[in-house]
């Protein structure tokens, strides 16, 4: 059976040194009803893939090499196999098969394990928490050449985001993230944006304080993300918002708390984003700005599982409204196709 119950973090920081060290075929059994944790931990490791596919040099051991994550979520396993047929690289694949398809993909699975074995590549298997059982009855060879197993789940309490709120977690920190940042590790917006952050600070009582640009620290603040910088850039979106706070700028106050929900959609801590999400909205609503009203309804649409239509709507009413065409069709992407939905 699985080892022990982790969060959606947790996972991440189990796969993440399996798939980069690990050479030849391996399996990796996930359980989980946690949708929206699954959607994060596949997302997360599909991005880090990206990231090390980029960056990656001769240091990096061919043979355990991962280029791309594919995704497969088809009914018929045969999808899974006719993938396998054309790849020419090595691949991690993430199996999250229908729930009524679930016997159909173990069984098929367990007959052909020689082919994936055979195919060096990787798998991470995605079922129901209660489906251990079935993997291991359903599938006993299968199960047998298993690399790990575990079942994943969010904390039911939401304490623990205040607490990681203002502490990095070891699986968000790139390998090329530093603890303490060099000026070689700034881009110059970053550098800017804490050299005058800091005058700004020391300049707090003094009359002839200065006005602080929100745009040059969301400039930074996407910077260091790009960077994996991701608690650098936690600072500096908190900071921003700190100036526009003090410089009773609501819009920049408001995009400031979308940037820092995006951001810890991206960490998958989801309740914690959803609130700054409504905090941005609150705003965008006062400041009667279209723009930025799509952009928050859309990402809390797509916080829900499944998707929640009614702020799609309003997200899709907004972008409308903006009378942006480009605003129109990054909405439009974001939602796949809107019309049928709505």
């Known amino acids: 059976m699985a080892s022990q119950t982790l969060r959606p973090d947790q996972g991440f920081s189990k796969l993440q040194p399996w798939w980069r060290l690990h050479e030849g075929f391996g399996l990796f059994f996930i359980f989980s009803d946690d949708q929206a944790g699954l959607h994060w931990l596949e997302n997360r490791t599909a991005e880090e893939i990206q ?51 679930i016997a ?44 790990m197993a575990y079942v994943v789940q969010s904390r039911s309490s939401n ?21 303490h940042l060099t000026q070689t590790d700034l881009t110059p917006n970053i550098a800017a944006w804490h050299r005058l952050f800091a005058k700004w600070s020391n300049d707090a009582n003094s009359q002839n304080r200065s006005i602080l640009s929100i745009s040059l620290g969301l400039q930074a603040h996407q910077d260091a993300i790009k960077l994996h910088q991701f608690e650098n850039s936690k600072i500096i979106a908190l900071q921003a918002e ?17 940037a820092l929900g995006d951001l810890d959609h991206r960490l998958g801590q989801v309740d914690s984003a959803r609130g700054l999400y409504t905090q941005a ?12 009203l799509a952009y928050t309804w859309a990402e809390l649409a797509r916080l829900s599982t499944p998707w929640d239509d009614a702020m799609a709507k309003k997200s899709i009413a907004y972008a409308a409204q903006s009378a942006s065409p480009l605003v129109v069709n990054d909405i439009a992407a974001l939602f796949k196709t809107p019309t049928s939905r709505t």
């Not at 623990?160 to 920190?173: D, F, I, K, N």
Request: with cysteine.
């Open 51 to 101: 990231h090390r596919e980029a960056v990656r040099n001769k240091s990096i051991n061919p043979i355990a090499q991962v280029h791309a994550l594919m995704s497969v979520h088809e009914p018929n396993p045969a999808a899974l196999f006719t993938l396998l047929s054309g790849v020419k690289v090595r691949q991690l694949f993430w199996i999250h098969p229908p729930a009524r398809c």
């Open 104 to 147: 159909t993909w173990l069984t098929r699975l367990n007959e052909q394990r020689q082919t994936l074995i055979g195919s060096g590549a990787l798998f991470v298997f995605c079922l129901p928490a209660q489906g251990q059982l079935h993997a291991s009855s359903i599938a006993p060879d299968l199960w047998s050449v298993r690399s």
């Open 159 to 179: 304490a623990h985001l205040v607490a990681e709120r203002h502490a990095a977690h070891p699986a968000y920190v790139s390998t090329h993230e530093k603890p």
């Open 242 to 258: 700190q100036v526009s706070a003090a410089q009773q700028d609501d819009l920049g106050r408001a995009n400031t708390l979308q």
């Open 281 to 292: 909205i609150a705003l965008y609503e006062k400041e009667q700005d279209a723009v930025g």
